[in-house]
């Protein structure tokens, strides 16, 4: 089973100019197995459809072309069944798996290498390994979109206080808020399409970093495999990693929009706050202190953020200095993206459990948006409408009243009429109407408010426009 050279062999794919083997440092460093090993079934794809391409122009033999087909079907059989030993001793994905090959079927596996190079069939493997990954995030990301769609639905006239500077400002809904980050989710999954149409574009027939005096037929791999088009410079195609920043920047910004929700999580479950209950499913206890309740998976989701940014730096610093064309370097370029990959698996996993699971305290929530003269806005906007106020001064007569309300150490609906009209005479009793937080929700009904029958709509459009 295991694909092992001849042990005197320099190596089996470069040992004509080598005398010797490398030290066992060198190894060490220059193996990528332990991980590139993940696009094995992307490196069997490609080369089969290599494979196939060559015979039909003329390059290899049919016969040659269906052994190598036979045996890479073997080869991956075997590597999913975990019956194939990766070794180290064979560097990478792509000679673990020729190697095996000639092992299998022999000489015609010598002719499968042809007018190709390890350069361009990483660079492939690598474009249909994040090609994937991009297709399932858009699937995890949907998958929380519906979850933070549902809450909206059901919370659409909760009424809980938006904040700014952290402050009391607004009255809004649960709902509202929840669909802010529905439209977030939104535009990365829109970033996810665009990048995924610009990744797809295949290297394969770049070979070494000049393209190949072989007759090949690169428009039939590139079909083949799924991509739109063959990439259009062989110097590019071997070096370009954009596909890979791009991916890494959209994960960064991606988890960025998680920590915010799950830093929003946070807060609201703390006690000063208690604007949501979390399950127990999403929570922790502590092994001292018998009363607590921690956000733990909120906040691991809010940290983890720290790896992806990080992986995305680390990538770009690696690119930076590359002069053209392929350099071991960007073997380096794999770690971070199945990092990011796994993290952000797990995030989305652990954020939309904690989403369909949140328990909104709506008595609570109510009464916080009541406490904060929220509806301060709305009583100069009162004054505009029935008086005739310019805002500027009706912002004015209002700061005034919330200092009223603030000495009395009551809310701004509290206050007396006569001591409203001491301030401004010619306020009337139709200004308690504006001052409850369910008629300012309720008078936000411009396009994108927070008014119950817009969320209502909007979580209609939502669903329409993102499940
Ligand atoms: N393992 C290598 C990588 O990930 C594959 C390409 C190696 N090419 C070379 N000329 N050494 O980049």
């Known amino acids: 089973m295991t694909s092992k050279l001849p042990p005197s062999a320099a190596n089996q794919l470069w040992g004509g100019r080598f005398a010797s083997g490398p030290a066992a440092i060198m190894e060490q460093i220059n193996a990528s197995i332990g991980f590139d090993q993940k696009l094995a079934m992307q490196d069997i794809a490609g080369s089969k459809v290599h494979a196939a391409m060559l015979a039909r122009q003329g390059i290899i033999s049919t016969a040659d072309a269906e052994a190598i087909t036979a045996g890479l079907d073997r080869i991956a059989e075997e590597i999913a069944h975990g019956q194939f030993t990766f ?27 042809t007018a190709r190079s390890r350069n361009d069939q990483i660079a492939t493997d690598f474009r249909l390994w994040v090609r994937d990954a991009l297709d399932r995030l858009d699937g995890d990301l949907k998958a929380l979109q519906g979850a933070l769609i549902d809450q909206a639905e059901r919370h659409a006239g909760t009424v809980m206080p938006g904040f700014t500077h952290l402050q009391s ?35 394969l027939g770049s070979a070494a970093l000049a393209g190949t005096s072989f007759p090949i037929d690169r428009d039939a791999t590139a079909t083949a495999l799924g991509f739109a088009r063959p990439t259009a410079n062989s110097l590019d195609a071997v070096s370009d990693r954009d596909f890979a920043l791009e991916y890494l920047a959209l994960a960064s910004i991606i988890s960025v929009h998680l920590s915010r929700l799950a830093e929003e999580i946070v807060i609201w479950c703390c006690d000063r706050f208690r604007f949501v209950r979390l399950s127990d499913a ?17 906040e691991l989701v809010r940290a983890k953020t720290g790896r992806v940014i990080g992986a995305l730096t680390g990538l770009l610093v690696v690119m930076k200095g590359l002069p053209l064309a392929y350099t071991k370097d960007t073997q380096e370029d794999k770690e971070p993206v199945f990092g990011a990959d796994e993290t952000l698996a797990l995030c989305l996993a652990a954020m939309t459990g904690m989403v369909g699971d949140l328990q909104p305290e709506t008595e609570v929530m ?71 937080v369910e008629a300012s929700v ?26």
Request: hydrophobic share 45%; with cysteine.
């Open 366 to 436: 109510r009464a916080a948006a009541d406490a904060g003269y929220a509806t301060a806005t709305d009583l100069a906007d009162w004054l505009v409408r029935a008086i005739g106020l310019p805002f500027r001064q009706a912002h004015h007569v209002t700061g005034r009243i919330v200092k009223l309300a603030e000495q009395q150490g009551c809310r701004l609906g509290d206050l007396a009429l006569a001591d409203l009209q001491a301030i401004e005479p010619r306020m009337t009793a139709g200004v308690f109407d504006v001052l409850t």
């Open 87 to 113: 070794t180290t001793e064979l560097e990478d994905i792509h000679m673990n798996v020729e190697a095996r090959l000639a092992v299998l079927i022999g000489e015609p596996a010598g002719r499968l290498h």
């Open 442 to 467: 309720a008078s936000r009904t411009s396009f994108g408010g927070t008014a119950p029958e817009r969320v209502r709509a909007a979580v209609v459009a939502a669903r329409e426009r993102f499940l």
């Open 282 to 298: 999403y929570s922790t206890g502590s092994s001292i202190m018998p009363q607590k309740k921690n956000p733990d998976a909120a």
């Open 169 to 203: 400002a607004q009255p809004v809904t649960f709902g509202h808020h929840l669909l802010a980050y529905v439209e977030m989710i939104g535009r990365d999954r829109s970033r996810a399409r665009d990048a995924r149409a610009r990744l797809n574009e295949c290297p």
